[in-house]
Structures are given as structure tokens and as C-alpha cells.
């Protein structure tokens, strides 16, 4: 296979280049018929997707062969496009690509597309919230998102595939009261309504169900399939386009729209509240079997159960505020980051903390649990006021990675395959109250070059200029797609961003596909 790169079709071939194909087409036979199938197939998974396209063009054996699936399988495996390929995820994003040799096309061309900052472009959201905006998540199946702020409104926005997003519902806490939300959760299940939850400054917890499916005429309310909502349909004949701000909460925060608006009548319908959880709401997190942690300024965790008022577990080790909580795939651990400078890992069913890390010098602000990543499938990634980003395997509790570059608070992480994406926010003192600068950028992550002395494991950085200040707005919060990724900022202006690379024309990918 060492003169694989000169085998050329008969086509392709100029005078007397017809003999010299057929003797390379024999010699293929003749190699083929010395080994095994299954030698065979390993020789041929061991190529790049280059050699693979030369390869199929010598015998049609041999094309037959190279589309396996298992042969593109492990082209994209060994590329870092997949690091599990037998887990159900991966089988499923090619099966929704068309098969493995088009998920590694795809794949591909994202590639470069992520490694081409100057392609990098942010859409800023305007007309949306007076005060910042602590957290934003995007609606996977819709690719709608979501907002909160200190301006005490949840707002859902259309999808982020949208040139300019418009606000089509907003939520409040109700009652007399004003009260800014401070985090927000959303747990969508295959099947089942989605549930959002949100922490307030006041330190209190509030449910919804929402992305509710439409009334019929004649039917009765009743929880249904997610569907992606149309504001620009949702308007009856012969009314006025006033989807989103108009919109408003009666005094228990359920959802009510004017007549105009049919459609969102019934979007969402608030569950549940909880007074009082914690004096201020810092982190939470919806688990599936309707139940929703939450962590606060007084240092325990607290797990609720819709339909109950009361706690239905409390978590007790922290010695400083719960600044952000996360779940492994299974849901029965739970991990906590916090003030403290440790992050804890928790049994949901008792309880009991089953691990205590500790590496940062500083608080711990953020924290992601890799699902596939390059070092495995156990990997945690915190973020901390120390300005490092830390790679933790869970199974042992060692710190097996620290990224550095971040100037201030490093506010927010998220991993996606090779890609972590982390923001940044203040750079406080050592009294943690005088900011002494802003680090108001975005950085990206190659986790395949992690340990490399020859390359840096960050592609790029970007920064979230502000429109009223020279330092730029802090990254409060983001969310890693395919193709983009969504911030949410301090600031009272551009409080949300999708930055993404529609549009770019690129040059030829540096993998080649048949």
C-alpha cells in the first residue's frame, strides 16, 4: 500500500497509461487475493479520507470496501470527529448526516470553519432586556433560546438560525414585587413538555412548563407534543404584530397574552414556586423525573419535587456560595462548584458527597461535564475567579489539564466534540469586590492539542465590545452548537450575541473527500 497515491483510473491515465492501470488493477487482486477479509478492511480503516477516494477508484472490490460504514467510522474517529463512535449518539448524528462518510464531510467543513476566526461573526440582539442577562439557553429541536435578567423577565426569542431574533414571549415572577431572575435551567426530554426553571435574587425558585402545543378548536388544555412556534403566523387577521413585550403574567407568573395573539395563549403554564429556597438563587439545574436542584448564597444545595412545598433533600459541605451545579449522563450524581475554591460530587438518592476536588485558588464559577471527549468520557471542566480553565477526570479526581490566557473571572464553559468555548468576565481584586479590569472575551478551545508542545491548545479569542465602555460587556453565560455560539452579557445594551459562520466562503477543506 506504500505506492497507494499513484493509483489513477484509466480516465484519468494518458497514452499507454491503460496498461499500467489494468497492471495495478491486477496487482490489487493479486494483493487482495494473499490476504483476508478482515486484514483487508483493517488496511483499509487505516487510511486518511484522501487515500480512501484513490483507493475506490482502483477495482470495484475495492470501492466496495471503502464504503463501508466501518471504514468512515474510523476515518472520523481518527480525525477527532468522534471519539465514541459505538455510543448511540454518535450512531445517531450519522444516521441524521446520511451515513458516516457524509457526517465526516460535515464535520470537516465545520472544521475549518471553526479554525477561521476572521470568518467569526456576532449578531447582537437588541431591544430585549434592560439589565444584564445572567444566562441564556438555546432549545435544541426548535433552536429557539432563552433569556433572564435582573429586569425580572424570562424572554424566549425565535431561532438563532434567524438573522435578527425576534422576542416572542416574556415571563415574570407575578406578584406585587419586583424580582430579577439570576439563573435559569431548561430540561426538554424526548417526549415530554419541556421544563424551565428559574432562581431569583430573592432567593426563590419558579417552574413552568413551556413550548406547549396549540389548543384545537373544541379541545381542552392538555400538555402535548413540542412544536417550534411561528410569532410572524401566531398574528390573527386583521390585528396588530404585538407578540413578546406585550405579552404578560397574571399575579402567579402563568402566561397570558393578549387575544392578537392565539397562538402563544398557551405556551407556557407555571407549576410551581418555592419562597424562600435560598436568600439568593446562584445556580439550578432541572433533572428528568420532574425534580429541580438549586444552590444559593448560604452554601447548601436543596432538591425539589413538583408537587411538593417542602425540600425534599438538602446537600451540606460547601463552606461558601453554590455558583454552578451540573449531572452526569445517568442523573445520579450531582456536581457543585463553589466559592469555596472545591467542587463536590454528590449522590443524588442520598445525599452523600462521594468526592471532594480542589485545585483552583480561587472561587469556582462554572463548571461542564464532557459527554466524548478526546481524554474520555469522564471529563469535568471547571472555571474559576483564578483565571484557569481545569480538565478533571471524575474517576480519580486528578487535574489532568489547566488552560491559561483568560485575564479575569473565566464566568462560563462549554464542550462540544474537539471544541471548549469559555468566557470571561471581571478581574476583582483579592478582596473579591474592586473589579481591576474586564476580560470581555470569548476563547476557543482544540481539546486534541491538549499536552502538544508544538502547538496551543487555543485556536482564537474573540471580544464583546461594549457600546458603552472601553473594556467590553463580561461573558455572563454561553451555549457551544455545531456552527455558533450564544452569550449573554452584563451591560443594558447588546445583552445577547449568536456569533456563527453563516455566509463564509472558505477555502478547500484540508482532509479531501471522495
Known sequence: MARRTELQHPDSCSDGGTEQWVDKHAAACLLESKLTCDVMNLIFESLCPSELGVAAGVCHRWKE?????????????????????????????????GGWKHL????????????????????????????????????ERTRQFVTCSYDGTVRFWESADVALPRCFKVLNAGGSRAEGFSTIAL??????????????????????????????????????????????????????????????????????????????????????RWNGAHDFVQSILVLHGRKVVSGGDNA????????????????????????????????????????????????VETGACSCYIRGHTRSVHCLKVGKAQPHGASMLFTG?????????DMRTSHCQNTLRGHTGSVTCVD????K?????????????????????TIRCWDLRRLGSSQESACLWKRQAPSPTTQQGD???????????????????RWTARIWDFNGVQLDRPPHALP
Not at 114 to 139: C, D, K, T, Y
Not at 415 to 418: D, I, K, P, R, T
Open 187 to 272: 430540561c426538554a426530554p424526548e417526549g415530554e413538555v419541556p421544563l424551565l426553571a428559574a432562581g431569583s435574587e430573592l432567593g426563590n425558585i419558579h417552574v413552568w412548563e413551556v413550548w406547549r402545543q396549540p389548543l384545537q378548536v373544541g379541545t381542552t388544555c392538555a400538555a402535548g407534543r413540542l412544536s417550534c412556534w411561528n410569532p410572524a403566523a401566531a398574528i390573527a387577521p386583521g390585528t396588530t404584530a404585538n407578540a413578546g413585550p406585550t405579552d404578560y403574567n397574571d399575579s402567579d407568573g402563568n402566561d397570558q397574552s393578549e387575544s392578537g395573539v392565539f397562538d402563544l395563549l398557551h405556551f407556557a403554564h407555571k407549576l410551581q
Open 65 to 97: 470496501i471503502v464504503n463501508q460504514p466501518s471504514v468512515w467510522r474510523k476515518a472520523a474517529s481518527r480525525l477527532g470527529h468522534v471519539w465514541d463512535s459505538s455510543s448511540a449518539d454518535a450512531e445517531a448524528r450519522a444516521a441524521a448526516a
Open 300 to 347: 447548601c444545595i436543596k432538591l425539589h419535587e413538583l408537587g411538593s412545598t417542602s425540600q425534599l433533600r438538602r446537600f451540606d459541605g460547601h463552606t461558601g456560595a453554590v455558583m454552578c451545579l451540573a449531572s452526569t449522563a445517568s442523573g445520579r450524581e450531582l456536581i457543585s462548584g463553589s466559592v469555596d475554591h472545591s467542587v463536590r460530587i454528590w449522590d
Open 384 to 392: 474559576s475567579r483564578d483565571h484557569t480553565i481545569k480538565l478533571w
Open 474 to 492: 463580561p461573558v455572563l453565560s454561553l451555549q457551544l452548537t455545531e456552527d455558533k455560539v450564544l452569550t449573554s452579557h452584563g451591560g443594558t
Open 420 to 440: 471548549l468555548v469559555s468566557g470571561g468576565g471581571y478581574n476583582r481584586g483579592a478582596d473579591d469586590d474592586e473589579v481591576l479590569s474586564v476580560d470581555s
Open 415 to 418: 464542550a462540544q466534540g474537539w
Open 104 to 139: 465526516l464531510r460535515r464535520d470537516t467543513d465545520l472544521e475549518r470553519r471553526w479554525f477561521n476566526p476572521e470568518g467569526l461573526q456576532a449578531r447582537e440582539i437588541p431591544h430585549g432586556h434592560s439589565h444584564w442577562v445572567p444566562a441564556i439557553i438555546m432549545e
